[in-house]
DNA sequence: TTTGATATTATGTCTAGACATAAAAACCTG
DNA sequence: CAGGTTTTTATGTCTAGACATAATATCAAA
């Protein structure tokens, strides 16, 4: 069969699932061995192992070493957004992307960003087809990031200078829906107060933050994702 | 070392992603194959594939059969949103639950969600320490869960119901900023056309659709995750 | 009964070798 | 040179066996 017997690990995740989905597991049992499983499925164990690994990944079993491996009380539905160049973004959608920088200053961050140090303050608007969608409101931790100080940002914006440029290890992002202050409305065609999707992003490498962005989308802006794409099932 | 010499594929992991980092092996670079960096390192050819996989899965590789393994060149950010029960949600906070029934009938759904059959809605509010936390607004198919009409959602929410009873194969799900309108703004204690969170879902088992839900949160609610858990960089 | 040492067990991972498969590259042929 | 066929190559996956590790279970001593 072109692909998979039932000596596949994809093979035996199928039916995996397909015994959860069926209640034969029903949530909370604990499955078989993986040397049980193996003798069933008549294949090395490494295979059943990889089946379970990736379906614990997906958040269907949990496993515990010695305890075994049980179908998930409540499996946590996941769900996968991705964060592309805002420029990819736009672009995917078939539209002609824009950028106009909006203003570019070495300042004291506010509080809440809890700066006390001067930092690369890089405002700006992208636009699809020529209509808003979305302003950018970055600072730039110009000690992490030195070359940043180099970089006008007029012709190429700061999100996708910084993903060619500067490494980080991790990342915090929040996502809410906010009215829009004067600033925002005006700038993305929006009436005072419009609710606007925000996402705010901070990253950082190690110890230091690299950039905090605050993105205010245009009226109408959604985020969509699928649930379940590969081996996620309920 | 407790664990890992630098023949654990984890070992593997990090060096491989200290090279990018520190752009010994630049974006767009073909790293080199297998079995050299097998050798390298000292270990088997499976354990360098094990390392070099999971990070392809993060994003940070592109690997093709014949043409090898390079660093992405726009290494997508992913965040990987957790969607609890709303229950859960609100008493991992620290508050109280709170859950109020508000319509169940049969009805004929809107156009927009494509039903001509008619299907059960259900509509409630959750609450969080007494106060309104999100609207549910859903619509179940009795067809593939006729359970659902024997069930009067009037102590056990639709959502909660719905995880520990109907299987899903797949779903899609989408994140909105929109202006709370009557029903909306009243039960969420929100001036009209209000900013509010929203969140809309449905879930499919097989060709057949399950559920389609339409949460609206009061104001001030934010999504939050981590991007970089584990084996994520840039 | 509690506490600590020990045995047991299921998963986690590594190895060395093998075959499968996709895709690029090289090689024909007309 | 165009178009199709074969070769080559890097990844994808499986196997059988081994040792590592975490965590439970058991049992003995205080």
Redesign the pocket.
Known sequence: M???GI??????QTEVMRRIHAREWPPGHT?????DL?REF??????V??A??SL?DAGLLE???????RVALHPVGKATVDIPVIRQEIEERGLRYGYQLIARNIDIPPPRLGGKNAALHVTALHTADGAPYVFEDRWINTDTVPGALDQPFDRISANEWLVTTAPYTHGDIGFSAQPANATQSALLDARANAPVFVIDRTTWDGEDTVTTVTLTYAPGYRIHTIIGTGPVAF
């Open positions: 072109s692909g998979a000596r596949s690990w994809q093979a035996i499955i078989p061995n993986e040397v193996a008549g294949c090395a164990r490494a295979t192992n990889r379970l690994q614990a496993r515990r070493r010695k305890a075994g491996t």
